[in-house]
């Protein structure tokens, strides 16, 4: 069983790539969400592409966000064509409230060292710091959250870019 990774390294275009991505989804009153994909070398992930699902196989509501088994194979094809597994995301929820829901936990992605960010306000703030969030790891079979101290030694800023990738139907 793989454990937790040690590190996650997010290039600094990683949150505003995000961010812009979600905040049209905000302005409507709607949750929002980012796919990151990486890898991992020597105990460190490193976001290498922030993904954009578009079309029908995701559905986008107040309180509620749903990925279609067909666009995460989408997903899964952009990963494996670049070398990259999927490492984490970014939702957003509505106010300042950044903990997973109970619907966040029970349907969510539940990889061991998988990282699950939530932005507050639904995105709409184009500056929101990783520190304004809510940081989730899975690990040992259940989510936590990380505390400040923690994900300031765990999730940091790193240099270089990040591609910006769109799955799913553009119509």
Known sequence: MMTAPIIWRLPKAVMPASISEMAPDGARGCEGVALW?????????????VVALRGP???KRPDYLSISPELLNEVTMLAIR?????????HSHPSTWVDLSEADKRYGIRVPGYLSVVA????????????????????RGAWRRLGAIERMCRVVAGAGDVSVEQVGDMR
């Open 57 to 59: 196989g995701i559905t």
């Open 37 to 49: 994909l990486g890898r991992r070398f020597a105990g460190i992930v490193t976001v290498t592409h």
């Open 120 to 139: 507050p306000d639904f995105a709409r703030r184009p500056n929101t710091a990783l520190a304004e969030c809510g940081v989730h790891v899975f690990d």
């Open 82 to 90: 670049a070398g990259v597994y999927l490492v984490g995301q970014i």
